[in-house]
Structures are given as structure tokens and as C-alpha cells.
């Protein structure tokens, strides 16, 4: 059982800022995902809590007690690397009892242990194979079954899915959700892929540049994103951000106009997903097809509208050629207001 407090956590290399004044509590049990683009500060921020990198300024905390200065290993977290960090010599039986070893557990619990752990990530027929004679995914397996078996306060993981294949990173993705229902430990994970921090967190945190953006439950920073940066990071595709002018409520761009919006007058940028417009016979865009992509549940159109390329998902039976010319309905109530150069979220 563990909460985490990170009170004005800042990491800075000479001049350049990695992390800038991060403040959060993570709740006991939580599964809090530190979602961005490559460099933004994710794995130097998990480093700095795992105890791997010096702080610049502020506190780290672990129900409570200030542990800046402790070792790492003195601070009962397991840490799960995209590269597996397996040991290669050993089996995987012997992979995942080392932390027991290393931690001088008696020898009496060892196999109790480390059965529960492979029997978790169901791994009880590989006991034997040492990590080549296994796959991307059960390797990776193993480093969690590693992790687990130490039944630490919290577990750290950092990219653990982005050496396996596309169908692997599913199938893992699921099973390291429900571990974590099952085994309901704290857990901070680190990626740039936005659908695992959709699918896994009870809470994501976006970053961009060292700056936190926003901190939510998945459907908060899907539904309210509270810049364009949050915007156009969250949801396949990201969200259509096109730029024009509010007059009394109405929102005027190229091929486009949209009714019936809140804000003052002036510059804006408007954003709407892909998923809520629709094609229509009367609507807000009209605009040649740009490109249609068959997606097998939906037909992607893409049109160019607002200064941008603006994407709808059509129904799957839609079939447009490019070059003809659509309707997109785009009613006020699925619109989402952006300050031009802010990008700070107005409605
Ligand atoms: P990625 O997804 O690519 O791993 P990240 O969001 O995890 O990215 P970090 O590894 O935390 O990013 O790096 C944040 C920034 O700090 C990057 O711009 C990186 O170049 C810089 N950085 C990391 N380590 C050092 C270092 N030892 N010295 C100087 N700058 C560093």
C-alpha cells in the first residue's frame, strides 16, 4: 500500500528544464499513466521516484515520509523496462526469484513465490527456457512476473509494451490491467502511446516539454481537453483543430461556418473529434473529398477545411472518391474553443 507525493518535483540539466515544478498526489492503489511525446519528461520524472535520478528541487514522498535521499532499493518499488533486463544465463525460474535472493528472502518462500508470480503471467510451462528460447511477449512476462514477486509497494514501468508486436502490445496490455486488479498496487506507467494510457489508467497525466498539460481520468482529458496541445495528443485520430474568426457567435474559417457557439469576438481555433460530426446534406463544411480510407468499421474522410486537414468518420458503408463534394455536419454542441495563442482551452 502506497501513495505518492510529488510536491514541486523539477529536474534541470545546466539550463535546460527535463521536469518544471510537477505537483501531484497519487493515491494508494491508483494506476497512474505519464502520457507525451518523445523528451517531454516521463521516464526522468519516473527515474527521479524510483530514486535512479537526483532531484533538482522539490520532494518526493511515499506515504509521507520524504525519501529524496533514499537509495533506491531501500524504497520497495519494482521497476518493469521496455528492454526486459533479463539475465541470460538463468531460467526463467531463476529470472524471477533473483530479487528474492538479492533481498536475502528465506529460501523456504522462494518457490511459493515465484510460482504465484508465474502462474500470474502464466508462464509455469516456461520455467525452464532461458530468455532466448522465449518470445518478445513472454520475455516480457518475465520482467513482470519479476517484479511482482517481490510484492513491492509500487511498481514503475516505462514503456513496458513498445518492443512487442501490435497484436503482442494488446493482448499484454490486458493482462498488466488485470494484474493490477488483482494485485491493486500503486503503479506509475510511462508511454507515448496514447490508447495504453486510455485503456490502462485510473488517471493520465499529459506532458509536453517538461509541463505538465493536464492531469484526469482518461474521459476527462478526452471529453474537456484543457489546451490544443491535450487536444491534438488524445484520440485516433487527434482531434480536428482548425483556425478562423468568432463573430457573434458564429465561427467562420475556410469552408467552413459553425453556429450557435459561446466566446468573445476574434481569432479563435475551433476543435471538434472525427467520430462526432457526420456527413450530412445541410451542414457546417462543404468541401471536396481530399481522401477516403477504408478502416473495415468506418470510412475515413478527409477534407481541407480551417487552414488544416479535417478528418469525419463516415459510416463504413460510405464511398467517396477524391474530388467529390461532401457535407459535414458540425453543430455547436460537439465544438471545442481554443485561444489562438494560448491554445488554452475557452469552452
Ligand atoms: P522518451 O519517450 O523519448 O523516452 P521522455 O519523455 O521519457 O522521452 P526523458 O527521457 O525524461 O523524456 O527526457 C527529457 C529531456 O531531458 C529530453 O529532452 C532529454 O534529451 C533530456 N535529458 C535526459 N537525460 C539527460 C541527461 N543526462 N543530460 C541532459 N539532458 C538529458
Not at 510451462?125 to 518470445?135: A, V
Request: proline share 4%; glycine share 8%.
Amino acid at each position: 500500500m502506497a501513495s505518492i507525493t510529488l510536491n514541486n518535483l523539477t529536474k534541470r540539466w545546466g539550463d535546460f528544464v527535463a521536469v518544471d515544478s510537477f505537483d501531484l498526489q497519487i493515491q494508494d492503489e491508483e494506476f497512474l499513466v505519464l502520457l507525451g511525446p518523445s523528451g517531454c519528461g516521463k521516464t526522468t520524472t519516473m527515474r527521479m521516484i524510483a530514486g535512479l535520478e537526483e532531484i533538482t528541487e522539490g520532494n518526493i514522498s511515499i506515504d509521507g515520509k520524504v525519501v529524496n535521499h533514499l537509495e533506491p532499493k531501500d524504497r520497495d518499488i519494482a521497476m518493469v523496462f521496455q528492454s526486459y533486463g533479463l539475465y541470460p544465463h538463468m531460467n526463467v525460474y531463476e529470472n524471477i526469484r533473483f530479487p528474492l535472493h538479492v533481498r536475502k528472502v528465506d529460501r523456504a518462500e522462494h518457490d511459493e513465490r515465484v510460482m504465484r508470480a508465474a502462474q500470474m503471467v502464466e508462464l509455469t510451462d516456461f520455467l525452464h527456457r532461458k530468455p532466448s528460447e522465449l518470445s518478445g511477449g513472454q520475455r516480457q512476462r518475465v520482467a513482470l512476473a519479476r517484479a511482482i514477486v517481490r510484492e513491492p509497494n509500487v511498481f514503475l514501468m516505462d514503456e513496458p509494451l513498445s518492443n512487442l508486436d501490435a497484436k503482442l502490445r494488446v493482448s499484454t496490455r490486458a493482462q498488466i490491467k488485470h494484474l493490477h486488479h488483482q494485485l491493486k498496487v500503486t503503479t506509475v506507467y510511462v508511454t507515448h502511446d496514447q490508447i495504453e494510457a486510455m485503456t490502462l489508467a485510473d488517471r493520465v497525466v499529459v506532458m509536453n516539454q517538461g509541463i505538465v498539460q493536464q492531469i484526469g481520468t482518461p474521459t476527462e482529458i478526452y471529453d474537456m481537453p484543457a489546451n490544443d496541445f491535450v487536444a491534438s495528443f488524445i484520440g485516433n485520430p487527434a482531434m480536428n483543430l482548425l483556425t478562423g474568426h468568432l463573430k457573434g457567435g458564429v465561427f467562420s474559417g475556410e469552408n467552413i461556418t459553425v453556429k450557435g457557439l459561446k466566446g468573445v469576438d476574434g481569432p479563435v481555433r475551433l476543435g471538434f473529434r472525427a467520430e462526432d460530426a457526420s456527413l450530412g446534406k445541410t451542414g457546417a463544411i462543404k468541401a471536396p473529398v481530399y481522401s477516403a480510407e477504408l478502416l473495415g468499421d468506418a470510412t475515413m474522410l478527409t477534407v481541407k477545411a480551417g487552414g488544416a486537414m479535417v478528418s469525419v468518420k463516415a459510416h463504413k458503408d460510405v464511398r467517396s472518391a477524391i474530388g467529390d463534394p461532401v457535407t459535414i455536419s458540425v453543430p455547436a454542441s460537439i465544438c471545442h474553443l481554443f485561444d489562438v495563442t494560448t491554445g488554452t482551452r475557452i469552452e
